[in-house]
């Protein structure tokens, strides 16, 4: 076997190597402000004002029978005409009696959905204004143990999410044989709305706090001074939209009474009754900067691939195991790199959304594997032949571990909402607490690990500094690689970090209504990017900085002169860069 060349970072002259250096950083810098200035918000929020009206008769159910489309389309889309009788903001209603309606966009000039908005979080507000002479607020009063301030109320939801494209909607998109087609076939609808989703009395929970006003009418007859109790109750998250498309959207929402027979329910209150549908959507700019980003650094990352496998080949037979993982961490750099926004785009189903997280945690745990490993082979006191996977199989086991914890998170987290809008585990119960449980312990698996990481790099660097001065060997190149490797680390390790603090912030807000984007989790994007930039520079550089290069005279990296952790002669020859292969003294 031949024996092993040094690195092209070796044979770089001093000044030549601080000139990569600093473009190297000025890179990154560059890609962060260019993010900032492109794309200054992920999020935008919007409040849509509901429409209420009261079902009458037979028409006070979403189950229908036969295929009446007619009947259908007057109860989804119709108010005001005997089948659901418009009520206002000061109309007494119970709340269980009536249907809320809400439309988004809410006309031509609102901005418009497409399919580079990928997702939209919505929630539900409902203010309640009702007397103290009724018979809940009586009740209420007398509950010790309800919680002073705030209640819980295990309801029924019943929701309907339609849409119809908007090019159907305009005036040039009716046919008028729509009603002859609709006459010749049966359960066809002539109109352009389809549903989308929808549930029927499913469990959920109505969380209301209690704000005392007094009505404003009574202010000078102190003697018939009347108070109100007001309530602001909400259900957050309603529901999660993946895939969207150029579409008007009407959802309809009806709350009833887990148990009707119970007195004192405040679904089964006489009130004055005004809803809002809070909706967070991730812009489409980003998506489209994402979309620019892959497929830039693409190319790249391919080069950068060849390079070292070319390389390594034609210069050395040997291919330690921090070299496979750097070719690893290459290969998911392009899986990650695949443009699923457009596939998304083209081909519309919500299982695709799934590429990207399990892209990244791919990514991340490559990353991982070689910055653990490459770190420790410079703290190997045995032979290079001799670090295998079984030697470095303790790491290798806790960042599988940790992977495998953060690709459970992401499937419980997200599956629900792939197969109906409506599902979510981010409600309120057991399915809550996992959620949180899942978050937070990524959080701290990835805190765990950048600090081992930190204080690996930090007694390889001491030690190469106290034992052996040899800066004018070059040891002060892989001083500056393994940093670089820890301020990488760092980058995207508070970057996986953000998108856990992101998840919280969309799906666990107790404040969506008035503070739908907190902590400026809108300005993540520019993160985002960066990060993704990051990634892609980091493993071009690491690819080309340690691909091959053909032996020369000296060196810290070469067979020949070999550079030792101490300068005491040994029997065994001990490198510094371990990328070197000798045969073994049992096969002779």
Not at 54 to 70: I, K, L, V
Not at 82 to 92: A, E, P
Not at 246 to 268: F, H, P, T, W
Not at 412 to 433: D, I, K, Q
Request: charged share 15%.
């Amino acid at each position: 076997m031949s024996g092993s060349q040094g690195t092209l970072i070796q044979k770089w002259s001093k000044g030549f190597s601080v000139v990569v250096v600093g473009t190297i950083i000025g890179l990154h810098a560059a890609a962060f402000v260019l993010a900032g200035m492109m794309c200054p918000e992920i999020f935008k929020s919007r409040s849509y004002e509901g429409v209420h009206c009261q079902p009458s008769g037979e028409f006070n159910s979403y189950e229908f029978t036969g295929c009446d489309h007619e009947r259908i389309s007057e109860m989804r889309h119709t108010v005001g005409e005997g089948v659901c009788l418009t009520r206002g903001k000061g109309d007494m209603v119970k709340l269980q009696d009536i249907r809320m309606s809400f439309k988004f966009p809410l006309d031509e000039t609102d901005e418009l959905f497409s399919a580079w908005n990928w997702r939209l979080v919505a929630s539900l507000a409902v203010n309640l204004n009702i007397l103290e002479k009724d018979n809940y607020s009586y009740k209420e009063s007398k509950n010790h143990s309800t919680k002073i301030g705030s209640l819980e109320e295990e309801i029924m939801l019943s929701a309907s999410l339609d849409y119809a494209p908007m090019q159907l909607l305009e005036p040039s998109g009716k046919t008028k044989g729509s009603k002859h087609l609709a006459s010749e076939t049966d359960c066809i609808p002539s109109s352009p709305w389809h549903s989308k989703a929808i549930i029927l009395h499913v469990n959920r929970t109505l969380s209301c706090r209690l704000m005392r006003k007094y009505s404003d009418n009574m202010v000078h007859d102190k003697q018939t001074f009347a108070s109100e109790r007001s309530y602001h109750c909400s259900v957050h998250p309603l529901f999660e939209l993946l895939v969207l498309s150029n579409s008007s959207y009407i959802m309809q929402v009806r709350l009833e009474a887990a148990n009707s027979k119970r007195d004192g329910d405040i679904l089964l209150s006489n009130a004055t009754v005004s809803s809002h549908l809070t909706i967070v959507k991730e812009t489409d700019i980003f998506h489209r900067l994402v979309f620019y980003t892959k497929c830039f650094f693409t190319p790249l990352i391919l080069l950068s691939l060849v390079w070292f496998v070319v390389r390594l080949c034609v210069n050395d037979l040997y291919v330690t195991i921090h070299d496979r993982l750097l070719i690893t961490a290459g290969l998911a750099q392009v899986v990650t790199n695949i443009p699923s926004e457009v596939v998304v785009a083209n081909f519309p189903n919500p299982y695709l959304t799934l590429l990207d997280p399990l892209a990244y945690i791919i990514l991340i745990t490559s990353l991982a594997l070689f910055w653990i490993i490459f770190t420790l082979d410079k703290l190997a006191i045995n032979e290079p032949w001799e670090r295998n996977t079984r030697y470095y199989w303790r790491p290798i086991s806790a960042v599988v571990i940790g992977s495998s914890t953060a690709l459970l998170g992401v499937l419980y987290m997200r599956f629900p909402a792939l197969t109906n809008p409506f599902n979510s585990h981010w409600l309120a119960g057991t399915t809550t607490y996992v959620s949180l449980g899942f978050t937070f312990g990524l959080a701290v698996i990835l805190a765990s690990y950048q600090t081992y990481l930190s204080v690996l790099i930090f007694r390889v660097v001491c030690d190469i500094s106290v034992n052996y001065p040899g800066s004018t060997r070059g040891a002060w190149r892989l001083k500056t690689i393994l940093l670089y490797c820890l301020l990488c680390s760092i980058l995207i390790c508070l970057g996986s970090i953000l998108r856990l603090a992101v998840s919280l912030c969309l799906h666990w807000n107790t404040e969506v209504h008035t503070d739908p984007l907190p902590f400026s989790v809108s300005l993540a994007g520019m993160i985002y990017l960066g990060e993704l930039a990051a990634s892609n520079l980091h493993i071009s550089s690491l690819l080309v900085a340690l691909s091959r290069s053909p032996g020369g005279p000296g060196g810290w990296y070469t067979p020949v002169r070999p550079v030792m952790y101490s300068p005491a002669r040994r029997g065994e020859q001990l490198h510094l860069w371990d990328l070197s292969a000798h045969s073994s003294p049992l096969h002779k």
